[in-house]
């Protein structure tokens, strides 16, 4: 329908980007589900029809009046979203419109289409993804390599189309580290070198990355940082961006020791043991230990840069008095009334960043928190107490905390024990 549209009105009409290269990839046995197609339309020669992308959408919304429709930036792209049902999910068309500003040459000219989806083609990240297929006629179902994408996806590489691309914009290490990992393809080797180079040029220590007045960059950052976090290929992917010391975009002190390692590795059991449901973020949990590694100074500033919620930069800016709150008091703890009356105060993520970080004595007594003293309540509670003729109040809290510590200390097991204790 979309290249109807767009033949009907003397465009071009492509598909470019991660579908290509993802239809490329599959097996022509297995069913490929997209959930994100992103078309470029091109090849008009009126200025009115800059906003091609946009017409094309809504004309395609018309014919579809499900999706929704959403229009971005200076009226050049648009996009349709499909609400499908909760196994498919949803399935978003972005159509751009290719930029031509630089071209302005009669449209009949079949060198001015070519050049004009080749520089779209030019500003995208990788040769695998700048690709695309033309989807009106003629020559419908044309592949437009320009770039060498289709040796690239043979021989399993991610090679970048230009020398300053990290420069440019360093989300994209993180998006070359994403796709090897995911795909299962090499750095090529010049493109690894010139990641090396963009690292080492230190340029991210004066960049925007680490300034709060780069939002967009940020907010883009933090999107492949999640992107990874989440992915189950994540643990490839840290180590990868760890190889290629690319920490430093987030702070430039912060390195993947093995200190680091350890503290990861740590936090996938804390979490497989007290967050099988998933009510925390993990990823974020990932993110937070990498920035609880950096010094105590630095992790708000980089918390804040990366667009953290508030209870997590909270969370992490504490977590030095905490961690000190926390090593000082548990080793006279003997008893586990004792052990619970310093821990209850901290919530599950602050106990988990803190383990990850302490020496195993304190650690082992957290994990004992956390697996059964936490877990622990007396054989009577506040509504029994009232049944007994108790009144609520400053002291009918009290007795709840000591009938709680007894019974967390063993001298109470069951209702008599209880009852027997409030007696004394
Ligand atoms: P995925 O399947 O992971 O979504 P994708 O290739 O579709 O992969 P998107 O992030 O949706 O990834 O981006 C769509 C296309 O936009 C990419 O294929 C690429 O051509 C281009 N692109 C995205 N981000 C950048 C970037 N930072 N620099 C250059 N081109 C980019």
């Given at each position: 329908?979309?290249?109807?549209?767009?033949?009907?009105?003397?465009?071009?009409?492509?598909?470019?980007?991660?579908?290509?290269?993802?239809?490329?990839?599959?097996?022509?046995?297995?069913?490929?589900?997209?959930?994100d197609?992103?078309?470029?339309?091109?090849?008009?020669?009126?200025?009115?029809d800059?906003?091609?992308?946009?017409?094309?959408?809504?004309?395609?919304?018309?014919?579809?009046?499900?999706?929704?429709?959403?229009?971005?930036?200076?009226?050049?792209?648009?996009?349709?979203?499909?609400?499908l049902?909760?196994?498919?999910?949803?399935?978003?068309?972005?159509?751009?419109?290719?930029?031509?500003?630089f071209?302005?040459?009669?449209?009949?000219?079949?060198?001015?289409?070519?050049?004009?989806?080749?520089?779209?083609?030019?500003?995208?990240?990788?040769?695998?993804n700048?690709?695309?297929?033309?989807?009106?006629?003629?020559?419908?179902?044309?592949?437009?390599?320009?770039?060498?994408?289709?040796?690239?996806?043979?021989?399993?590489?991610?090679r970048?189309?230009?020398?300053?691309?990290?420069?440019?914009?360093?989300?994209?290490?993180?998006?070359?580290?994403?796709?090897?990992?995911?795909?299962?393809f090499?750095?090529?080797?010049?493109?690894?070198?010139?990641?090396?180079?963009?690292?080492?040029?230190?340029?991210?220590?004066?960049?925007?990355?680490?300034?709060?007045?780069a939002?967009a960059?940020?907010?883009?950052?933090?999107a492949?940082?999640?992107?990874?976090?989440?992915?189950?290929?994540w643990?490839?992917?840290?180590?990868?961006?760890?190889?290629?010391?690319?920490?430093?975009?987030?702070?430039?002190?912060?390195?993947?020791?093995?200190?680091?390692?350890?503290?990861?590795?740590?936090?996938?059991?804390?979490?497989?043991r007290?967050?099988?449901?998933?009510?925390?973020?993990?990823?974020?949990m990932r993110?937070?230990?990498?920035?609880?590694?950096?010094?105590?100074?630095?992790?708000?500033?980089?918390?804040?840069?990366?667009?953290?919620?508030?209870?997590?930069?909270?969370?992490?800016?504490?977590?030095d008095?905490?961690?000190?709150?926390?090593?000082?008091?548990?080793?006279?703890?003997?008893h586990?009334?004792?052990?619970?009356r310093?821990?209850k105060?901290?919530?599950?993520?602050?106990?988990?960043?803190?383990?990850?970080?302490?020496?195993?004595?304190?650690?082992?007594?957290?994990?004992k928190?956390l697996?059964?003293?936490?877990?622990?309540?007396?054989?009577?509670?506040?509504?029994?107490l009232?049944?007994?003729g108790?009144?609520?109040?400053?002291?009918?809290?009290?007795?709840?905390?000591?009938?709680?510590?007894?019974t967390?200390?063993?001298?109470?097991?069951?209702?008599?024990?209880?009852?027997?204790?409030?007696?004394?």
């Amino acid at each position: 329908k979309a290249s109807e549209q767009a033949q009907k009105r003397g465009w071009h009409l492509y598909l470019v980007g991660g579908a290509v290269r993802d239809l490329l990839l599959a097996d022509p046995d297995e069913t490929l589900l997209l959930s994100d197609i992103d078309m470029v339309v091109d090849g008009f020669h009126r200025s009115a029809d800059v906003g091609a992308g946009v017409e094309l959408a809504k004309a395609l919304q018309n014919t579809y009046p499900e999706a929704r429709l959403e229009v971005h930036g200076q009226f050049q792209t648009a996009a349709l979203l499909w609400h499908l049902d909760p196994v498919l999910d949803s399935l978003w068309v972005d159509i751009a419109t290719a930029r031509t500003e630089f071209y302005p040459y009669p449209a009949a000219n079949p060198e001015v289409e070519a050049s004009s989806i080749r520089q779209d083609l030019y500003r995208r990240d990788f040769t695998i993804n700048a690709l695309a297929v033309r989807l009106t006629s003629p020559r419908a179902g044309e592949l437009l390599d320009f770039f060498g994408g289709l040796r690239d996806l043979r021989s399993r590489q991610i090679r970048v189309l230009h020398a300053n691309s990290f420069i440019e914009d360093p989300t994209r290490i993180y998006r070359a580290v994403r796709f090897a990992v995911r795909l299962g393809f090499q750095l090529e080797t010049q493109t690894e070198r010139y990641i090396r180079y963009a690292l080492d040029s230190g340029i991210y220590e004066r960049s925007l990355i680490q300034n709060s007045k780069a939002p967009a960059l940020q907010t883009r950052l933090k999107a492949e940082l999640k992107y990874i976090l989440q992915a189950p290929y994540w643990k490839g992917a840290l180590k990868l961006l760890g190889d290629l010391e690319a920490l430093k975009c987030l702070h430039s002190t912060l390195e993947l020791d093995d200190q680091l390692w350890k503290q990861v590795r740590l936090l996938e059991r804390c979490l497989r043991r007290f967050d099988p449901e998933k009510t925390l973020d993990h990823w974020q949990m990932r993110l937070e230990v990498l920035i609880a590694h950096l010094a105590p100074e630095y992790r708000p500033k980089v918390a804040k840069n990366l667009q953290l919620p508030d209870d997590s930069i909270k969370r992490l800016q504490q977590l030095d008095l905490d961690q000190a709150n926390v090593a000082e008091s548990l080793p006279a703890c003997i008893h586990p009334s004792e052990i619970t009356r310093v821990l209850k105060q901290y919530g599950l993520p602050t106990l988990i960043l803190i383990a990850v970080q302490s020496q195993r004595p304190i650690r082992r007594l957290i994990w004992k928190y956390l697996t059964q003293y936490a877990h622990i309540q007396p054989p009577l509670n506040g509504n029994d107490l009232k049944a007994l003729g108790y009144k609520p109040g400053r002291e009918f809290k009290q007795m709840l905390d000591h009938l709680l510590a007894a019974t967390l200390d063993g001298e109470i097991r069951d209702r008599a024990d209880a009852e027997s204790f409030l007696a004394k």
